[in-house]
């Protein structure tokens, strides 16, 4: 199972900023991962942390943290791909040429 998303950001004069997603089983596993643990923590922190005035501010931190480990997993199995389809490209290169 692959998933291929094209996330259109901006069309600035006919020039596009595209982000591209890619979703196999092994980073959709991760990122399940991180979905578990994260809530773990919200949920122990609003326990720990009752009556603190920074907790809406710990809690955003959490939130931007998740946010960024998800699109590094999501970013890097996206380059993953990329390398081992321009490795392919490149063998067969040599061997035609």
């Known amino acids: 199972m ?6 259109n950001i901006i ?3 006919c020039k596009s900023i595209i982000i591209p997603f890619l979703f196999v089983w092994i980073s959709v596993l991760f990122m399940g991962f991180v979905f578990i643990i994260s809530s773990l923590v919200i949920i122990y922190s609003d326990d720990y942390m009752f009556g603190d005035l920074n907790i809406i501010r710990f ?5 931007i943290f998740v946010v960024s480990i998800i699109f590094l997993i999501i970013y890097i199995t996206y380059i993953n791909q990329l390398h081992a389809s321009y490795k392919e490209l490149y063998v ?3 061997l035609y040429y």
């Open 2 to 7: 692959v998933y291929f998303i094209d996330l």
């Open 11 to 13: 069309t600035l004069n």
């Open 59 to 63: 809690i955003s931190l959490v939130l």
């Open 92 to 94: 067969t290169f040599k």
